[in-house]
């Protein structure tokens, strides 16, 4: 059973355009989100998180949104820059538990 | 120093050998993962420590067999291994620990890219 889902295995998107990544949940207990970016041959980066307090979270060039209602997330890259090509893994954890659950990513490419 | 060193980066190993993956961490962070991620998929937790004890065991096979020597260290024993326990095994380590809020962010190493011949 998967519980969180990363639809678009892939996406391309032109620099300097808006990169938007989708994450979908099914365990309504979760109430803390994170997105990582992984490099081949690297371990996965953190990027940004949100708790389900919020229903937005801004960092720099990152904005991270939460639909709680819709068990639905997103991942907002704008201005997008080639750098920004690698894969993007969602997660999701519950309050007082130490278990990460990973959604199965998207590979992003950047084209200039 | 944020970082998380796994060794080694790579391991070839038969069926019958014993062998070790060793993660190290100095951020003073008293929680350390093991995660394994088959090609296209996402890391799935193996095992948890915390404050050097075992705090979750995923009903992983006991032929994957962790230690964690001290608060730094975090080993992952391995032995009569399967071809299909082939696999990238990421150690990680974190601030947070269970009861006193979200596990928050993740520091993650390299991972060991084993082979089981």
């Known amino acids: 059973d998967q519980q969180v889902k990363q639809n678009s295995p892939s996406l391309s998107v032109q620099e300097g355009r808006i990169s938007i990544l989708n994450c979908d949940y099914t365990n309504s207990m979760f109430d803390y989100f994170l997105w990582y970016k992984k490099y081949p041959a690297e371990g996965p980066t953190f990027l940004i998180s949100?708790?389900?307090?919020?229903d937005k979270n801004e960092d720099g060039r990152f904005t991270v949104f939460l639909n709680k209602s819709a068990k639905h997330l997103s991942l907002h890259i704008v201005p997008s820059q080639p750098g920004d090509s690698a894969v993007y893994f969602c997660?999701?954890?519950?309050?007082?538990?130490?278990?990460?659950?990973f959604g199965q990513g998207t590979r992003l490419t950047i084209n200039p | 120093d944020t970082e998380v060193t796994q060794t080694p980066k790579h391991l070839v190993m038969g069926m019958t050998n014993k062998k070790s993956l060793k993660c190290e961490q100095h951020m003073g962070h008293r929680a350390m993962y093991w995660y394994k991620q088959k090609a296209k998929k996402p890391p799935e937790l193996m095992f948890v420590y915390s404050y050097e004890k075992l705090s979750i065991n995923e009903s992983v096979p006991s032929r994957f067999s962790p230690e964690c020597p001290n608060s730094s260290l975090l080993n992952l024993h391995l032995h009569a291994l399967q071809p299909e326990d082939s696999a990238l095994y990421l150690c990680?380590?974190?601030?947070?620990?269970?009861?006193?809020?979200?596990?928050?962010?993740?520091?993650f190493g390299e991972g060991s890219r084993l082979t089981v011949l």
């Open positions: 997660a999701a954890s519950v309050q007082g538990a130490q278990k990460l659950v």
């Open positions: 949100i708790s389900s307090i919020k």
């Open positions: 990680a380590s974190s601030r947070y620990l269970a009861g006193l809020g979200h596990t928050g962010e993740l520091f």
